[in-house]
């Protein structure tokens, strides 16, 4: 079992940059796919970046391509979401996610459906200010 902690989230102005974290308990993540999703008021659960458990593949939404960077470090076990240039769209519940153990990212078209995580943290809140 992974359990996961998200860490980071507040208030941001726009344009500004803000880093989450993502610390794990349980086990290694070294054999764990991660993700982190951001859910908005009224809104579904959305991929914002992936990064696989080997290889260092990433997957990224189309709006935060080119501004935000998925990261991790398994020997701290945590995982890192760097966004920079925050614009309004930015705002809402920030979650890290975790697949099973050896499993990939979960992607289809081009972006990854959360059904395919197994782990979840509570989530973390940005509100970006503009």
């Known amino acids: 079992q992974v359990q996961l902690v998200e860490s980071g989230g507040g208030l941001v102005q726009a344009g500004n940059s803000l880093r989450l974290s993502c610390a794990a308990s349980g086990q290694t993540i070294n054999r764990n796919s991660m993700g982190w999703f951001r859910q908005a008021p009224g809104k579904e659960r959305e991929l914002v970046a992936a990064i696989s458990w080997v290889g260092g593949v990433t997957l990224y939404a189309d709006p935060v391509k080119g501004r935000f960077t998925i990261s991790r470090d398994d020997a701290k076990n945590t995982q890192y979401l760097q966004m920079n240039g925050m614009t309004d769209e930015g705002s809402g519940v920030y979650y890290c996610?975790?697949?099973?153990?050896?499993?990939?990212?979960?992607?289809?078209?081009?972006?990854?459906?959360?059904?395919?995580?197994?782990?979840w943290g509570p989530g973390t809140q940005v509100t970006v200010s503009s």
């Open positions: 996610s975790a697949v099973r153990d050896y499993g990939p990212i979960p992607e289809n078209d081009g972006t990854s459906d959360s059904r395919g995580y197994d782990y």
